[in-house]
């Protein structure tokens, strides 16, 4: 057999091709963060040596990890995309990016963006009034711009116009007609030109998961029966030269180039012909879309896409220029809110490993003479037997005995510990079923459902909900593997279950470059050792969408810099405590501690718990009010009994179970 090592680990879990170039194997069989994509700079960490550091520091995972300076890379990746295609093209306009602040809207993120893009002039794009107030604090470039879209009232526009005195350079696109209106009273009240631009409604629809929010039936935009009522009504206010930009948005997570390619000349007819009726428009804005690929497969499934970033911005540039040549139209400047592009690299979800059911059985049970019977009697023969020239059918024999049994034990002719046995001998037969198929060129019918029964079950401490809701809401696959352990083969086949008492709360589809898997290889857990896993690639929506299922609440996450001698940590910000998520359930912390007390009082009186007890209890309670949702590191319970001069009891004997192994 093949010396596994951490090359075959980077094979295995698609590093290659899902990770840009910011995370690698190395060869102690861990994996790294590198800072720099091709710029020749040796600034990379150790992630498990970073996670076991930040435990030193009191942290315990999960873990929210957000690098700096893989986010600074994605801004400059996409600008310098875009310029270096217009000035192949001889392009006359600039590119401006905005960030989406939806994508993510922590504050340590969005004054990162802010940050990092100030040589770029990137901007930030809102989507509603709460989303332009942060836009409004933060943006102090006075080169980028704020693009406000979303549903808007009043005093959404009069904040929006107001921001201009501060010297923002802000624009309120016309998502809906109404809004026009509300845009020129608001202007002609405050005596501010307002900057404008217009959404158009597509025909052209994306690709991928999120292609209904695009094409005509869409939520936002304007028909162009609309675009050119609009047009008539600002001319007639004399406001048409405040007409400066178009915009269109044709889906997140756009997989294939095609939809791409055939939205952009559709709006770039929509910018040509709006020019030619009068409008003096600067900007197109083109949207979002820009896709990643989770998969690494590069091809147009949900979860890939099937282009670079640099051919994106080609077709792009080069559809805009064609049109507007055509017509003898000046270049636009053109914008992108490639929010998922920009973020979603930047944070890693560490997680530990805290139990794990495993299905494979390599033994026989032995059988008590009391518990024997007939069926046990007939499956032993079936295993003893069991060849790859009678495989196909001795499967088909293997589920009706185990169904036969099910049905006597219903009935109350099959005991639990024959039943038992049973379930046991049926993982022996299904282990050695597939050992045997490995050297089949033509596998039998039914070891599908033996592959799938035989799959471990991980039990990992994190919410699905919380932290990756796109798992479950729409089969969103995130990159997942071990940080460590990567020089030893993996042995075992799991699915992850998450924290929550939902059976939602799983996670048993993987990346793979041909296919989804329905499994993932893992190593085998050791006793007084952890196992780390990473999810990757969640730095878009994901914090924003997680909700508090079962109360679990946010990570602890930290922001950390890449340097040329190790790693700083920029920022610690500390997730939820149990109070704080029961506060937002109304719940009041003292009124909790309150009640608890008063009712071991009540306990002490009636005798049903001493005072000792009663101390060990409040004291778990109220410790407990402080600590993370999520299961904690370190000190089990008869440690904080001791301390609370509690001595718990002891078992000295054990029984012998009724069931040994042959």
């Known amino acids: 057999m093949d010396t596994w090592n951490s090359k075959k680990s980077a094979q295995l879990y698609h590093v290659n091709s899902w990770a840009s170039g910011y995370f ?49 890379s994605r801004v400059k990746a996409i600008h310098s995309a875009f310029s270096e295609t217009m000035q192949q093209y001889e392009y006359k306009g600039e590119y401006l990016g905005v960030y989406p602040i939806k994508v993510n809207q922590q504050r340590f993120v969005v004054e990162e963006f802010v940050k990092q893009g100030r040589s770029t002039k990137l ?29 808007k009232d009043m005093e959404y526009v009069e904040t929006a116009l107001l921001s201009q005195k501060l010297g923002r350079n802000t624009i309120l696109v016309v998502d809906r007609f109404k809004e026009l209106e509300l845009i020129t009273r608001a202007s002609e009240s405050l005596n501010i030109k307002p900057r404008i631009g217009f959404r158009a409604k597509l025909d052209s629809r994306g690709s991928g998961k999120w292609v209904e929010s695009s094409g005509m ?100 540039v080069w559809t805009i220029q064609q049109a507007c040549d055509a017509y003898e139209i000046g270049h636009p400047h053109i914008i992108t809110e490639s929010g998922r592009a920009l973020s979603a690299y930047c944070s890693v979800l560490i997680f530990n490993v805290v139990d794990a059911s495993i299905m494979g059985s390599s033994e026989m049970p032995v059988v008590p003479e009391a518990e024997g019977h007939e069926l046990i009697d007939e499956f ?46 049926f993982r022996h037969f299904c282990t050695k079923a597939l050992n045997l ?3 089949m060129n033509r596998k039998p019918e039914g070891l599908e459902g033996i592959s799938k ?54 996670i ?38 997680g909700d508090f299922h079962n109360l679990f609440g946010d990570t602890d996450a930290v922001h950390i810099s890449l340097t040329e001698t190790g790693y700083s940590i920029d920022h610690i910000v500390e997730g939820d405590r149990i ?21 071991t009082e009540e306990g002490i009186a009636k005798k049903r718990i001493t005072i000792q007890e009663a101390r060990l209890l409040t004291q778990h309670y109220e410790e407990a009010l402080n600590r993370s949702t999520y299961l904690k590191d370190g000190e089990d319970s008869e440690g904080a009994a001791a301390r609370a001069g509690f001595r718990p009891f002891k078992q000295d004997q054990k029984k012998d179970s009724p069931l040994g192994t042959a």
């Open 437 to 439: 198929s490995k050297g």
């Open 217 to 316: 039936k869409s939520k936002f935009g304007l028909s162009a029966d609309e675009i050119v009522r609009g047009v008539e009504c600002l001319r007639e206010k004399g406001l048409l030269d405040c007409l400066e930009l178009l915009h269109f948005h044709i889906g997140s997570q756009v997989s294939a180039l095609r939809s791409i390619k055939e939205s952009m000349a559709e709006a770039a007819q929509f910018y040509v012909q709006l020019s030619k009726m009068g409008a003096p428009l600067k900007y197109i804005d083109v949207g979002g879309g820009l896709a990643v690929d989770y998969d690494g497969s590069q091809t147009n499934w949900d979860n890939s896409m099937n282009y670079s970033v640099k051919e994106y911005a080609s077709d792009v």
């Open 508 to 545: 048993d589809d993987f990346i793979d470059i041909k296919e989804e898997k329905k499994f993932l290889e893992l190593h085998e857990l050791k006793d007084g050792e952890d196992y780390l896993l990473g999810m990757f690639l969640v730095g878009a929506y994901q914090e924003v969408l």
């Open 380 to 425: 032993k023969l079936l295993i003893e037997g069991l060849t790859q020239k009678n495989l196909n059918e001795s499967i088909q024999d293997a589920y009706k005995l185990r169904d036969d049994a099910s049905s006597l034990f219903g009935l109350g002719y099959f005991s639990l510990i024959q039943r038992s046995l049973m379930e046991v001998m």
């Open 123 to 151: 901007g930030l794009e809102a989507g509603s009034k709460p989303e332009l107030l942060i836009a409004l604090a933060h943006m102090n470039n006075p080169d980028a711009l704020i693009i406000c879209n979303g549903f």
């Open 24 to 72: 690698d194997v190395n060869e102690k069989g861990t994996l790294e963060v590198c800072a720099d994509v091709g710029e020749g700079s040796n600034r990379r960490i150790d992630l498990k040596e970073l996670v076991d550091d930040l435990r030193e520091r009191g942290l315990s995972t999960p873990l929210l990890l957000r690098f700096s300076n893989i986010l600074e």
């Open 453 to 506: 029964f035989l799959t471990d079950a991980y039990f990992c401490n994190f919410s699905l909900f919380q932290s990756a809701p796109d798992t479950w809401a729409v089969d969103q696959a995130f990159p997942i593997m071990p940080i460590h352990r990567l020089n030893e083969r993996p042995n075992r086949q799991g699915t992850l279950l998450d924290l929550t008492c939902d059976s939602d709360g799983k």
């Open 579 to 599: 109070y704080e998520v029961l506060q937002y359930m109304e719940y009041d912390r003292s009124s909790l501690m309150r009640r608890v007390r008063r009712a």
